[in-house]
C-alpha cells in the first residue's frame, strides 16, 4: 500500500493517473522533502519486494537540473533509525542495496567505484553484504577518520570494496515525459526508457526491498579525494516530479 511523505508546505497531489510531489522555493539549512513508498513502519527484513521484480511507470520533472535529488525505484532505505516506539518497526542503518533511476545535482557524489559518476541522471544499482545492524556499531568509531583526507579517501576505497555499485549516465530531456521500466533479477538488473533497453548490470541488489519515489533538496558527497559534503540545497522556484502509471509486480 503506498503511502506518502512531505515536509512543512511540499505537496503530494493525486492526480488523474498518478501523483504529483512538489518541494517549495527556500533557502539552504532547511530540509524539503515529497515521497511516495509502500513499505512505511515495516522492518527492513518485511519490505514488500524481493527479486524478480518488474517497475514501470511514466515520468517528468519540472526542471533538468534541480538542485538536489529526485528519482524512483527499490531501495532498503538503509539510512533509517527508528526504536520501534509509538508503533512503528525497529529499523536501524544498514548497507545500501538499491536499484533506481537517480538523479543528483552537482553538489552529490554517491559513487564508491572511482570510474563511475557521483551526479547526474543515472540508471544505478548498489549491493551490500546483509550485515546485521548491529554488527555495523563498531564501524561508527572510525567516524572521526573521515576528518582526514587522506584516511578518509583510504576508508571510502574500503568501502567500495564492501558495498558494490554500478551506473550508466543518461542523457534525457526529463521536462518531457519518457516510460521507464526496471527489471530486478537476483544476479542483474535491466533498465529500459521508451521501449529500449538502456544499462544492464550484473550489480543486483540483495535483500528485500520498497519502492520509492522523491524529490528533495539534499544533497550527499563522498569523493574519491576524501572529501564529504552533507546539507541541504537552495531553490530560486518550487520543484516539482510527476509520476503516471506506476506498476510494479513480480515479474
Known amino acids: 500500500m503506498l503511502r506518502s511523505r512531505f515536509s512543512p508546505q511540499a505537496k503530494v497531489e493525486q492526480t488523474e493517473d498518478g501523483w504529483r510531489l512538489q518541494i517549495p522555493a527556500g533557502e539552504a539549512g532547511v530540509y524539503r522533502l515529497a515521497q511516495i513508498d509502500d513499505y512505511g513502519s515495516l522492518a527492513r527484513g518485511k519490505f514488500p519486494w524481493k527479486p524478480p521484480v518488474k517497475l514501470s ?49 552537482a553538489e552529490n557524489h554517491l559513487a564508491f567505484q572511482g570510474h563511475l559518476p557521483g551526479s547526474g541522471f543515472l540508471a544505478q544499482s548498489f549491493r551490500s553484504s546483509t550485515i546485521p545492524a548491529p554488527l555495523l556499531a563498531p564501524g561508527l568509531l572510525g567516524l572521526p577518520l573521515l576528518f582526514s583526507k587522506t584516511l578518509s579517501s583510504w576508508l571510502r576505497k574500503l568501502a567500495g570494496k564492501i558495498i558494490r555499485d554500478d551506473s550508466q549516465p543518461l542523457d534525457l530531456d ?60 537552495s531553490q530560486p522556484e518550487p520543484s516539482w516530479l510527476e509520476i503516471e502509471q506506476v506498476k510494479v509486480e513480480q515479474a
Open 174 to 233: 526529463v521536462t518531457v515525459w519518457h516510460n521507464y521500466t526496471l527489471l530486478w533479477q537476483k544476479s542483474r538488473v535491466f533498465f529500459e526508457v521508451d521501449g529500449a533497453q538502456i544499462f544492464e548490470t550484473p550489480i543486483s541488489p540483495q535483500g528485500k526491498l520498497g519502492l520509492v519515489i522523491w524529490i528533495d533538496n539534499q544533497y550527499a558527497a563522498w569523493r574519491p579525494s576524501g572529501e564529504i559534503g552533507l546539507g541541504t540545497l
Open 57 to 105: 511507470l511514466r515520468c517528468r520533472a519540472s526542471a533538468s537540473g534541480l538542485a538536489g535529488t529526485w528519482g524512483f525505484g527499490l531501495w532498503n532505505d538503509p539510512f533509517a533509525f527508528s526504536l520501534g516506539v509509538q508503533g512503528t518497526a525497529q529499523r536501524l542503518p544498514a548497507l545500501p542495496n538499491a536499484c533506481w533511476l537517480f538523479h543528483a545535482s
